[in-house]
């Protein structure tokens, strides 16, 4: 009895449903001697099976529970040959052992259908039995045959098939193109049963190849194994088209993976060819696509335009992270198209491949211009670099060429029309410096929100107090002409007023390598004279602090928060502390109150005015 009762576990622990109610029977029969008659179709059935699949006879035991079985119609002749296959140690004992494999395949299609089977049928069977299908789907194709259900006659057994598949078994093609891709592609070791039913499952419930690719591709390591991005490509083409990738396509999903594309794009781009969607469309699942979430993505154009750029100037490719701020800010606003640029451009990298500053230049011209300029262009910048102007503050001033909008029109990026201009814009302006302690402070005030001020310096002062200049030139300010040595220009000759101003530019010149774009006469002063000889845009104000007179700070504050519109010039001089720290509460105050601070030029060009030299301008509101 012992041996019946571990039968019964082994059964219960392994086979489902119908064959329990096989247990129960086995172990609830009391066993005969054994029942043979002379001719008895059922005896010789089993010994045919067993003879066929495994070259044994069953023991007496295991003979009698297939004969009362078979016989009573409680198991069919499919079942029985199922239920061997699926545990053999249980039915065929120690004694003899399953066939396995092609002599398996050999031995079914005798016992079923007492000939051969078709070469080619075979070596297709045996080619899906390699990829993850069971001998059940031979057992299942042969149990449907005339020829089987002649026998199962003969040999008086109920030839009814097998009534479940496991997903792996219901479609070969599927399973085939399923254990390829989480053998080659997915794991990189050979798929288990258990994972291709688990996935033939769920293609068949409708789960989106070119998804699961994708998901796969993104965790960077494929297979298990880190490859190149080449080994990638064509792998992932082979998993998903069921064929080698041509030289001609590798070559193209190279090329965007080299411009900065993600692997989603070329997952993406692979999913949209004829092959895969009929490959799918054979098998009967979803091809879907690939929701590209990465923003280099969206557009190849720029994507590729950035990352050819930056691998110029650094010597090797942007990180995704990067390039997918440059591409969202870029799309988001091309009007700053020219910071992210700017931002990509100014890395350690790009510091150290482009060791001397005359290189640096030469590539930028090159690159966004393909031309070289000017000899005196250059050494202007050279100039301010020399003096700690910094390549960023270089590189802004030299993308505000117009040509630039033409090169990123190329790229289908308009700078010009998107161009947000701020609601309120206002000019904060400083005269009679530059003089660092005061300076130094308001630099401080306006850095950490990106503001800009226009400083309005007296010529002779600059070589004491260069320092802070050269800072203000790195943070966008502008430096502006407040003639040599404060002169009232109306009290001299127009040959003086001019000496006057360019004394100055020169020595602003000199130092940032930017000349003076506009200048202020002393006092506010002038006259025909002076606009005919001062060779630059005049800018006033309209707001006056007064801070020199009254060198109160809340006096200036209040002053300017109760006066200003869109569109001021707003005069203050950085020589007073209480300046600074009224600038302290003023430039937050105002970027609260939703103003952008700029320089006069900036103002200027947002407001779309096109300045005049020897004109006067108080403000520029709208
Ligand atoms: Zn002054």
Redesign the pocket.
Known sequence: MKKHKNIAARFAMRLSGMILTAAVLLTSCVIPSRVRAKTDPTADFIDRTYELLAHTKADDEIFAFWYRNLSSGNISATSMIDMLIGSPQLFIGEDGSLQEGEALLDSLSLLMTEKALDPQQKSQYLDYMAHGVSIRRVLFDLSVTPEYFGICGRYVVKPEGLTELSPRDQEPELTKYVYDMLSGFTYGRPATNEECDEWCRRFMDGQEVAQAIDDVAKTGTIGGRTMSDEEKVSLIYRTMVGQEITAEDEALYQEALENGMSMSYVVKKISETALFQRKCSDLQILAGTVELTEPRDNNYELTSFLTRMYTRFAGQKPTAEDLNAGVKETLEDPGRVREVITQMLSTPESQALLESDEDFLNTVFEVFYGYTPEESRIKAYLIGMSNGITRTRVLSEILKDPAFDEKMAEYGIDTRVEKIVPEKIVALTF??GPYTPVTMRILDALEPYGAHATF?V?GNRIANYSECLIRATNLGCEIAD?TWN?TTLTRISGDAVSRQIWDCADAVYNLTGVCPRVM?P??GSYNSTVSANVGMPMIIWSVDTNDWKYRDSNHVINEILNNVRDGDIILM?DLYETTADAVEYVVPALIEAGYTLVTVSELAEYKGIDMENGKAYFSMRG
């Open positions: 005269d009679d309005f007296v407040h404060h202020r002393v006092g001089h």
